[in-house]
């Protein structure tokens, strides 16, 4: 079982530099998240989407943007990365009967030097 | 706006110990309660969930948390913990108002051999 799939799992960029994080699901889940993990903050949500098309901002969205155009895939953009971006990325994917029961991936630490 | 502490950021146990994490919510009115947990080297993934009713909840692994809506506590329990109990746990809250989980900033439980 796939379950919820990020790549990479390390990546290291330089400021203003630009990547995408790549978030894969094969369980056909409506709900798809991002969070980022900071030491000792928890999970902040940076964006969240509720299906195919339809994207919206989480708490912590700025210097972030997300595109949800088939179910399974929502990719996260940095297009300027900056140091305070350095944190841990976790994927999370959820189905509609069920939304706060979250599956997720298995993080893409992201260092901006 | 909702949010949740854990005020507990590290825990060290020796095997056959009681555990109690504590977690305290901030919003006044009808939540959604749970914890995840995050293993080592794996995703994380939810351990148990109150919605209503019996404000005991039991969860996989023998864990369980008490709703105590006085209190605005949901604390994570076991009577006799495990080395392989070692992980991150995070409590999270949804409430009326709000669409997606709030997590907390999580405890990492050590257990001794």
């Known amino acids: 079982n796939a379950g919820v799939t990020q790549t990479p799992k390390f990546r290291i960029l330089k400021i203003g530099q630009s990547m995408t994080l790549q978030c894969a699901q094969d369980?056909?889940?409506?709900?798809m998240y991002w969070y980022r993990q900071d030491p000792g903050m928890g999970l902040k949500l940076i964006y969240y989407?509720?299906?195919?098309?339809?994207?919206d901002k989480g708490e912590v969205p700025n210097g972030y943007n997300v595109s949800r155009s088939t179910t399974e895939d929502f990719p996260l953009r940095l297009e300027l990365a900056a140091p305070s971006q350095t944190s841990v990325y976790f994927c999370?994917?959820?189905?509609?009967?069920?939304?706060?029961?979250?599956?997720f991936g298995s993080g893409t630490q992201l260092s901006v030097l | 706006a909702q949010s949740v502490s854990q005020h507990n950021h590290h825990v060290i146990l020796s095997e056959a110990a009681s555990l109690e994490l504590g977690c305290n919510y901030s919003?006044?009115?009808?939540?959604?309660l749970f914890w995840y947990v995050q293993y080592p080297g794996q995703h994380l993934q939810l351990l148990l969930k109150?919605?209503?009713?019996?404000?005991l909840v039991k969860g996989i692994k023998g864990f369980e948390a008490e709703f105590i809506k006085s209190k605005f506590s949901f604390n994570l329990r076991k009577p006799s913990v495990q080395w392989s109990d070692t992980a991150e746990y995070f409590c999270?809250?949804?409430?009326?108002?709000?669409?997606?989980?709030?997590f907390g900033s999580g405890t990492q439980l050590t257990v001794l051999p």
């Open positions: 109150y919605f209503s009713g019996d404000p």
């Open positions: 989407s509720v299906g195919a098309g339809i994207t």
């Open positions: 919003y006044g009115g009808t939540v959604n």
């Open positions: 369980m056909n889940h409506n709900y």
């Open positions: 999370a994917s959820s189905m509609t009967g069920d939304r706060e029961k979250l599956f």
């Open positions: 999270a809250v949804v409430s009326g108002s709000a669409r997606q989980l709030t």
